[in-house]
């Protein structure tokens, strides 16, 4: 790995708290998921690693107010929104995105008021079959006793203890064979010792001699087909994979309040030239429909990165369509610049010539992580295409690459050009040495629970630790 001698970073997060979606996302059943904080926390420790918690970039701190102090800036802030499914009634009381549920369980402070009305609901469905859906429907079903040693927050336990959800229907508009869930996250579902699995699958959607497949979808095939013993105690309790449905609207009660009663789906088949056992087999809609009951339903169909006021400015085109910084496979940001105009610059007379453009990268400005290369791929993944762009970064310097303020020079002051500005602001930046003081306070009300630490809920908790 190259390195660049004596370099300085600064890491800015909006939150007073580091770790994103490690924190906030990975489901707190798994707290082995959650070890690679230890590597961080170690990296953090370095005299020339500054943690700037509690300023959001493009609103506490402007990114042009960033630019002149430093030589390079790297863009890796993540998926903050989620996809929608734009059909009616999504925005019904009862249905939810999987992103503010996993925040809201996980102590995320944005969805601490979600107030997900479990408690009078028995048939959840969840729409999506990726690992975010599986979280969802394995918290949903999992006895809150096994949940209280984590750090789930207090708040999600109580309502969960509540929860009177019975059925939860997983959907997704393909077969198993093509769903984006990894063959453990169904097995722990299978395991739960007080749930059934049903109905067993229909083995049409398997070759008859399943060693043809390939290992992975194998192993998803024998867990799925799988005669499992049933739960070891009276239960009323089950989950299913419903396939190749696709959904068309969330029906209301009629109620006052109109919260969802019923999911209507188009039934999906696979297209006439595509093998059902290939993961790419693409889907067709049907002539037939179907409706599942619903109390209550996650929408599980990805999350999105979102542009950073700013980023135009900086001649960065954020691409909105996949939801990412435009990057070369290296995580240097690019930007298409024309090599041709479409006027003679000696006669102002429109040239035919069509315009031909090629992406050039933005001196100094690189980019990591779902920001980089959309919200795919788990955290060991996103670590080594981190470690690919820092990789480029100290090439390019090596190369003695262009980078930003090259001409001019950066001030080099860093987070210190820019502090009394955010300062000024009223904001209060949090320090890793801050940080460490917030974890105290959280495991420590975490010991009075018997648990690993109770999340603070919210920006106000986390900062008065700090003026006591
Ligand atoms: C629900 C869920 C469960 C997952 N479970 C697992 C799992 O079990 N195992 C696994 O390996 N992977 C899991 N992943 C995937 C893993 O979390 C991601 O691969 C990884 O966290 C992505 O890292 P990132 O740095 O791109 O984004 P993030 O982890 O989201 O980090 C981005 C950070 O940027 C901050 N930020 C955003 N905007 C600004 C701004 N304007 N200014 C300052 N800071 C900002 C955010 O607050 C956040 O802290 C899961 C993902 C999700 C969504």
Redesign the pocket.
Same mark, same amino acid.
């Given at each position: 790995m190259n390195k660049v001698q004596d370099a300085i970073v600064d890491m800015?997060?909006?939150?007073p708290v580091?770790?994103?979606?490690?924190r906030f %996302?990975?489901?707190p059943d798994?707290p082995e998921?959650k070890n690679c904080q230890d590597t961080f926390s170690q990296l953090a420790s370095s005299p020339r690693f500054t943690y700037i918690g509690n300023?959001?970039?493009?609103?506490d701190l402007p990114l042009s107010s960033l630019v002149p102090h430093y030589n390079a800036i790297i863009f890796?802030?993540?998926?903050?929104e989620d996809k929608r499914l734009n059909i009616p009634g999504e925005d019904l009381p009862g249905v939810h995105s999987?992103?503010e549920f996993?925040g809201w369980y996980n102590g995320l402070p944005q969805f601490q008021s979600l107030k997900p009305n479990l408690e009078n609901a028995t048939d959840a469905v969840i729409i999506g079959q990726g690992?975010?859906a599986l979280?969802v429907a394995r918290i949903l079903l999992t006895p809150t006793d096994k949940l209280r040693g984590t750090d789930i927050t207090e708040q999600a336990l109580e309502t969960l203890s509540r929860s009177n959800v019975t059925s939860v229907q997983v959907v997704g508009r393909r077969g198993p064979l093509q769903a984006a869930f990894t063959v453990k996250e169904v097995r722990e579902l299978r395991n739960i010792p007080s749930v059934f699995f049903s109905p067993i699958l229909d083995n049409g959607f398997f070759p008859s001699d399943k060693n043809k497949l390939p290992r992975v979808q194998k192993r998803i095939a024998q867990v799925l087909l799988k005669d499992y013993p049933g739960p070891s105690s009276p239960t009323t309790k089950r989950w299913s994979l419903e396939f190749l449905l696709s959904p068309q609207q969330f029906r209301g009660n009629g109620s006052s309040h109109g919260s969802l009663s019923s999911i209507d789906f188009t039934r999906m088949e696979y297209a006439p030239d595509a093998d059902p056992f290939s993961k790419s087999a693409k889907v067709i809609p049907s002539d037939g429909t179907a409706t599942l009951f619903a109390d209550v339903a996650f929408r599980s169909v990805g999350?999105k990165s979102a542009s950073?006021p700013g980023l135009s400015d900086l001649g960065v085109p954020f691409d909105r369509k996949l939801g990412i910084i435009p990057n070369d496979p290296y995580g240097r940001v690019i930007a298409p610049v024309s090599t041709s105009s479409r006027t003679n610059p000696s006669t102002s007379i429109p040239s035919p010539e069509p315009i031909n453009f090629i992406a050039k990268h933005i001196p100094g400005l690189y980019c990591? %992580?779902?920001?980089k290369r959309g919200p795919t791929?788990?955290?060991?993944?996103?670590m080594d295409d981190a470690f690919n762009t820092a990789d480029v970064i100290a090439a390019d310097w090596a190369s003695n690459a262009l980078f930003l303020n090259h001409e001019e020079g950066s001030t080099g002051l860093g987070w210190k050009g820019v502090k009394d500005e955010v300062i000024s602001k009223g904001v209060r930046p949090v320090s890793w040495e801050d940080w460490k003081r917030i974890d105290e306070a959280e495991k420590e009300r975490g010991r009075k629970l018997g648990k690993e630490r109770e999340k603070f809920g919210s920006v106000k908790e986390m900062l008065k630790v700090l003026d006591s």
């Open positions: 800015y997060e909006q939150l580091p770790y994103g979606l490690v %996302g990975v489901a798994h998921v300023v959001r970039i493009g609103h890796s802030y993540g998926a903050s999987a992103r996993v690992n975010v979280d999350y950073l990591a %992580g779902w920001v791929g788990v955290i060991a993944s996103t």
